[in-house]
């Protein structure tokens, strides 16, 4: 058994107001690192922590570095009324994204449906937070963003297409949202340090070594020298090259081709995002209620093992973020004392949350 | 070494008129038969037997027993500048979506997209198709269809949601589209004879026997009795259940709940196709360029086994296509006389292709 690594359980409120006085204290305007925090607060409290306030310390030295831009104006480079092409001039990828959802959820209120891809960004965090900002409870939404080259094609022997994370969100009635949030790799880098860590053979047909050749051993190589498999082969490889298409091919920018290592900078990001409102086709509470009815089939479905469950897409953040409303978010100590250091650093005052959870 | 099949090398156009003088012969209008076969023939010519001519008994049988109506009228049940709710009235899928695609074509070169829900439908072939034809050399096109309830959920054991095919098509410049087109089980019913007859075990998770179990043993059960696993377990279920929404939710019909067995008749088939014009984000010609620069820095790519290749999304589709043109479309003897045999029983004439292939 594990030692249970010291954790803070942090209202939702307060982390968030955390992040963005960090943020705020190293130059970023007050509300565009509200967004910012917000945006990463989200992703902790539906227990995605990869992408949670774990990030303040690395987006702060892309802010100290000059590789983002503290100051996000979005540049409209063409506009129908259907579709935007947005240049985030370099802005931190949560603050260009919620500027480019709101623009595409309004066009998309006028038109019935809008699509906007946007280059010149950063890394956007989940992309079901923004596939649920664009939903709302009226519409279908859905998000993409390209990333660096990490993910192997079918024959490939190294890293060809990006992870190219997708989401859709549609909005049910009684449930929570149908949300689901993919990456085109089987699965994320960091989970190799946990199969190595149970001593468990990798899945199959789900990592490369850097030899090229398919392997199960978590131990055989540098956790970072694996290469990721596409999900189902052809048909997540595919995915991502369709993702590229959507993102930095209607963008305008350059795709993602030169892999320079796991922690290299990239040259820019690209993402794309659509909206599109239910009552053009129907009665949205009468589709919401589809969407119920078809969230209770999938759960009245018989299982295998007694006490497993079908789980419709989305459902398991839900749960989490429904149990953390409630408790607390729960943050690895290191991960709040790094965002006390930062704030420390930049003279920033931090007392109430200092007081309020006796850190 | 198993006994070569006896085929004929068919000029597609010939085996497209057979197709349709047959189903001409059954009551079916001249341009819908023609429309019909067309679609299965351009299925055979990229190399996807499963849905090309072999089918045409099958869909004769549906005529005969009226389960399809010979005559297709589409009705609108709902229309705004980006939506279309279309009802096929139980036409044959292929006529229905070959009407559809035009409406929804033609509507996006109006407003830049559409997005068309179709219900009242039946089996539509390949998502490919469809999409290809949205797509023309100047859109991005997809398309999508529901299906009787044959892929189990993660965690459940018997058959919970369709198959679901979708299909995005991307047009290049110096290259065949970029055509993606997969359904959401790991591989078809039809595989497991194979597998059987080969002797190899099943790649890993992806069948479960009538048990609720994994099983690699494709000898183990009937193989009508496996059930499949979704590609990429929660992220091929996911994208499932989103198919289901944006077709038959959107559309206004009864999603698929009800598994009746793999030959039971469906209630009704529901579609979705859309088309976005790329002049509302970039040159169109740039962006065609873009796609060739993509396809070239994929085929670019290092392989693990000399003699490999990278191939992207359609491209072995796209290089049978060119190679039938030339050599003519191989279809198996069976296949021919069955049509021939159903041409005969209604007197139609196919003096044509007896004569011209010696059969």
Chains 1, 2 share one sequence.
Not at 325 to 343: F, Q, T, W, Y
Request: glycine fraction near 10%.
């Amino acid at each position: 058994m594990e030692t249970a690594e010291k954790t803070y359980n942090i209202d939702e409120k307060d982390l968030a107001r955390l992040g963005a006085v960090v943020f705020e204290a190293y130059g970023v305007p007050r509300e565009d690192a509200e967004i910012l925090s917000l945006s990463l607060a989200e992703a902790d409290i539906r227990g995605i922590k990869s992408h949670g306030m774990v990030r303040v310390p690395i987006y702060i030295d892309q802010f100290v570095n000059g590789k983002f831009s503290k100051e996000t104006k979005l540049t409209v480079k063409k506009e129908t009324p259907v579709s935007l092409v947005l240049d985030g001039n370099n802005g931190p990828g949560a603050v260009v994204s919620a500027r480019a959802v709101m623009m595409t959820r309004k066009k998309a209120e006028q038109s019935g449906f809008a699509f906007a891809a946007v280059h010149g960004s950063n890394h956007f965090g989940t992309a079901g937070y923004w596939s649920e900002m664009l939903a709302g409870d009226d519409m279908i939404g859905f998000a993409s963003t390209n990333s660096i080259p990490i993910v192997a094609a079918p024959a490939g022997t190294g890293r060809g297409i990006g992870s190219n994370p997708f989401s859709y969100t549609i909005p049910a009635n009684k449930y929570a949202s149908v949300c689901l949030d993919v990456s085109v790799g089987v699965m994320a880098q960091g989970k190799i340090y946990e199969y190595a860590r149970l001593g468990k053979p990798l899945p199959e047909n789900a990592w490369l070594g850097p030899d090229g050749q398919v392997t199960r051993d978590p131990k055989q190589w540098d956790p970072m020298d694996y290469v990721m498999i596409p999900f189902g082969m052809h048909k997540g490889f595919g995915l991502g090259v369709v993702m590229e298409m959507l993102t930095s091919g209607l963008a305008g920018a350059e795709f993602h081709r030169q892999y320079q290592g796991l922690n290299a900078k990239m040259t820019e990001n690209s993402h794309c995002f659509w909206a599109m409102r239910i009552d053009a086709f129907t009665d949205v509470k009468k589709y919401r209620d589809q969407v119920d009815a078809y969230i209770e089939y999938l759960h009245s479905l018989p299982v295998t093992n007694p006490g497993d469950k079908v789980y419709y897409p989305g459902e398991i953040e839900a749960v989490l973020k429904a149990k953390y409303l409630r408790e607390g978010v729960p943050v690895a100590a290191k991960v709040v004392e790094d965002m006390l250091g930062l704030a420390a650093g930049a003279s920033a005052d931090v007392s109430f949350i200092k007081s309020k959870y006796h850190i």
